[in-house]
């Protein structure tokens, strides 16, 4: 099992900057991909941002040159810089993690969610 743990949401006024941070931890072989998404109320959940073991990074339109994703040194850490946030960026925030595990002598791929955490922009 993978544990995936957020931290850093809040509340921030528009034009502020908040960072969130995911842990990953548990069984596994590699970390693939890891990633942030996020839901508003009666929305479907939609991309914010993901980071490939190999460093490629991929962004939502709405994102694009305010939202930076990095990994940590460990690789196994995800954190996500938001810069001149918008009430619109309101939302839940999940980490996803993307890994493959060694289990009864196979390597099966899987992913895992955080429980999310909630980030609220007023005006």
């Known amino acids: 099992q993978v544990q995936v743990v957020e931290s850093g949401g809040g509340l921030v006024q528009a034009g502020g900057s908040l960072r969130l941070s995911c842990a990953a931890s548990?069984?596994?072989?590699?970390?693939?991909?890891m990633g942030w998404y996020r839901q508003a109320p009666g929305k479907q959940r939609d991309l914010v941002a993901t980071?490939?073991?190999?460093?490629?990074?991929n962004y939502g339109d709405s994102v694009k040159g305010r939202f930076t994703i990095s990994t940590g040194n460990a690789k196994d850490t995800v954190y996500l810089q938001m810069n001149n946030l918008k009430p619109e960026d309101t939302a839940v925030y999940y980490c996803?993690?993307?890994?493959?595990?060694?289990?009864?002598?196979?390597?099966?791929?899987?992913?895992?969610w955080g429980q999310g955490t909630q980030v609220t922009v007023s005006l």
């Open positions: 980071i490939e073991a190999g460093g490629g990074t």
């Open positions: 996803n993690v993307d890994v493959t595990q060694y289990s009864g002598g196979a390597f099966r791929r899987g992913d895992y």
């Open positions: 548990g069984s596994t072989y590699s970390i693939n991909a």
